[in-house]
């Protein structure tokens, strides 16, 4: 059983382990909406503790999937075990840790807070700070840890180079350049096809009632929506700097952006990776596990097109895969994921860092299948690289 | 009210649900915090919203969201022309400016949207944000202000403050990530598909008639289809689709031939039901069929499609 008498002190100690651990992102709102949740319910029943917990604490499906494990580690797992939670948690802070401890004072809660903070300006890993400090802190780390129980070293994962604000221009223009013509809907225009009886109406109201300033209704431009499939194999792992820094351009560039890293499975990175834009440059904890490794980019995509595929693909899609090719799964497979994102995609672009090798020809059998349903095969490799995909993006017909 | 009072309520309205799904929706109403809920489609995200509002006795207010959803779809809007006519038949009035201005904004001409609809109901309804991933970003950072202040400002009637909160349900099929602020102004509940177990109960309570045997099979069947990499997995409101349709076809119990014939009710995307053929033996023996009626009923999925054999009762 866990260490302490009190379930304050454990609630505290257990939001602060799911926050170092598990990466949850909990703040003294969380912890406090915790207690009052506890409060309502029937203590004496597990399953609604554990219930009660998990609808207050966690905020993503990712957090609800880690959560019933953090629950069983701390509360149900053998006295050891707590004890060596405790242990990690409790020590006291050193003296030299001025500035944290001022702002723990602020946060207004108990030793557990100051015992992570020193842990995470010790050790200098990927640690979360509390939300209220985030922003303050600079030097701070922002990103979200990740529960890596196999002992993962850090230095393997994938460092987000800053994106600087040629590289958002470039970006940007890719955007722009994404012409994909007008909207079904009519929107409030200066100029437009369609005149607006309502707002011409209510325009007149400053004229007395007389309508004399017609107002217009126009079709506004479609957006694009970006999907970035990131091959995160080992034979790539030279490249994984550029293409990470393409993608926080982009990200910076519109906010309609996923990411998906993919090596043996395929993972979501959308929110590390906007995380870690906002930042200066650091690295994607939450990607150790999938960096690395070999591919299997069939099953990968096709994994895409079923979780996906609904969601994300649409005409107004944006597809880029950046990938070598080099793949060790079954060609058919990679024929039919790369045929559906192709069918139900505006644009696939396949982002290839060998094309730059003199006298590379796609040859290898992943690359021969996927060429054909490919609308832009080139690579990015710097900055002129990007400028030029934005002048040679082309969309399906 | 606690949890087991709520599951006994939506028990009563033949909505099913789990001690963790009640316990959430006890918290969330205890708490007076919006809830989060996301999940697959079709295991019943919306249908919560609809049923929590029977429950409490309380009117259900919807707003669905989609891509351009604004704020004046989403608040409020003046009624123009008619604001026009008044102000038209009030110039024969005597009336000052100031006068008719006042009249012309007043609440007789606002159009209420749902939110601000729900801000200004009486007894605390029941606020559903479908599909709030549908909605764009600035929208949704619209939304937080609105879900933090309970308030709205409009610039010509001034400060409308909301007389009961309203039990805010907010569903998303994670078409795009939300953004940590939304999250962390919500209790969050992850609705996954429902066990075996909880499948039957959900096709007893629903489809009252429904034999046990019938029951069973489609909830084993449905399990194993969704553990297929299928790119459309069936949900909740396929299985009582399905279930309804063995039903009017007279079976008690599900073979080989009676999902050739109904197929279309589980699988709606063609490339699935080629899938579905590829693990036919899985399938029968979910369904606790042998290997032998396997081969001599035979799964004709590519020549019969259904629409031949099914007979509906004509009246």
């Given amino acids: 059983m866990y260490a302490f008498g009190g379930l304050p002190e454990n609630l505290v100690i257990f939001c602060a382990l799911l926050r170092r651990d598990y990466g949850f992102r909990i703040g003294a709102g969380e912890l406090l909406d915790a207690a009052r949740a506890l409060n309502i319910i029937d203590l004496s029943s597990q399953q609604a503790v554990r219930a009660a917990l998990r609808t207050v604490l966690a905020g993503t499906h990712d957090d609800v999937m880690a959560f019933d494990k953090a629950f069983d580690r701390f509360f149900l797992s053998g006295a050891l075990a707590g004890k060596q939670d405790a242990a990690v948690l409790e020590r006291k802070p050193e003296p030299g840790a001025g500035e944290e401890g001022t702002v723990s004072k602020r946060v207004g809660t108990s030793g557990a807070f100051d015992a992570e903070f020193d842990e995470g300006a010790t050790e200098g890993t990927g640690l979360m700070t509390p939300l209220e400090t985030a922003a303050e802190d600079a030097s701070g780390v922002i990103g979200r840890a990740s529960y890596s129980p196999a002992g993962v070293d850090s230095t393997q994962a994938p460092e987000v180079p800053e994106a600087d604000d040629e590289w958002v221009a470039a970006a940007r223009e890719l955007v722009r350049r994404v012409h994909l013509g007008p909207a079904r809907k009519w929107r409030a225009a200066r100029k437009g096809r369609r005149f607006d009886l309502r707002r011409t109406l209510r325009a007149s109201l400053q004229t007395g009632g007389e309508p004399l300033m017609p107002r217009w209704l126009a079709r506004p431009h479609r957006h694009p929506r970006f999907v970035v499939l990131i091959d995160a194999s080992r034979s790539m792992n030279q490249y994984a700097p550029t293409a990470l820094r393409v993608v926080s351009a982009l990200t910076r560039a519109t906010a309609r952006v996923e990411v998906f890293v993919f090596s043996t499975a395929l993972r979501r990175v959308t929110i590390e990776l906007q995380r870690a834009s906002l930042g200066t440059s650091h690295r994607l904890q939450a990607l150790s596990r999938a960096w690395g490794g070999g591919t299997t980019i069939g099953a990968c995509l096709s994994e895409f097109v079923r979780g996906y595929g609904d969601r994300l693909l649409s005409s107004t899609t944006v597809v880029i895969v950046v990938s070598d090719g080099l793949d060790v799964g079954e060609a058919e497979t990679l024929r039919s994921a790369v045929q559906a994102i192709s069918r139900r995609s505006g644009a696939l672009v396949w982002l290839n860092p060998l094309l730059e090798t003199p006298g590379y020809e796609p040859t290898a059998l992943g690359m021969s299948t996927a060429k054909p349903f490919v609308t832009t095969f080139t690579s990015v490799n710097d900055l002129a690289g990007l400028v030029r995909l934005s002048r040679n993006l082309r969309l399906h017909a | 009210m606690d949890a087991a009072t709520i599951r006994a309520r939506f028990r009563d309205r033949a909505f099913v649900v789990d001690e963790s799904f009640a316990t959430a929706l006890q918290i969330a109403l205890a708490l007076e915090k919006p809830l989060l809920i996301e999940g697959p489609a079709g295991v019943g995200k919306t249908e919560t919203a609809k049923v929590l509002a029977e429950v ?25 022309p008619h604001q026009m006519l008044r102000a038209r038949l009030s110039e024969i009035e005597n009336a000052t400016l100031e006068e008719r201005e006042a009249q012309i904004f007043s609440e007789r001409f606002l159009l209420k949207r749902p939110l601000l609809e729900a801000i200004t109901e009486k007894q605390s309804p029941v606020l559903l944000i479908d599909e709030v991933d549908r ?57 996954p598909y429902p066990t075996t177990e909880q499948e039957i109960a959900i096709l007893h309570a629903r489809l009252p008639g429904l034999s046990e045997r019938l029951a069973s099979q489609i909830a084993a069947v449905m399990q194993t289809l969704r553990g297929l990499s299928l790119q459309k997995a069936p949900g909740v409101a396929e299985s009582l689709d399905w279930a309804m349709a063995l039903m009017n076809l007279h079976r008690d119990h599900l073979d080989m031939r009676a999902l050739a014939q109904t197929v279309g009710c589980v699988l709606k995307v063609h490339e699935d039901h080629g899938v579905a053929r590829a693990h036919a033996a899985d399938l029968a023996s979910a369904m606790g069929e042998t290997q ?20 509906t009762p004509r009246h």
């Fill in chain 2, 135 to 191: 909605a764009d970003e600035a929208f949704e950072a619209f939304l937080l202000e609105v879900l933090a202040e309970w308030q709205v400002t409009i610039p010509e009637l001034g400060t409308i403050r909301a007389t009961s909160k309203p039990r805010v349900i907010i569903t998303s099929n994670r078409t795009r990530e939300l953004s940590d602020a939304l999250r962390r102004r919500c209790l969050f509940l992850w609705l």
């Fill in chain 2, 292 to 311: 032998a009626s396997l081969q001599s009923g035979g799964y004709g999925l590519d020549t019969d499609f259904g629409f031949g054999t099914v007979s």
């Fill in chain 2, 56 to 80: 409490l006795e309380t009117r259900l207010i919807r707003l669905q969201c989609y891509e351009g959803l604004d704020a004046t779809t989403a608040l409020y809007e003046w009624n123009y």
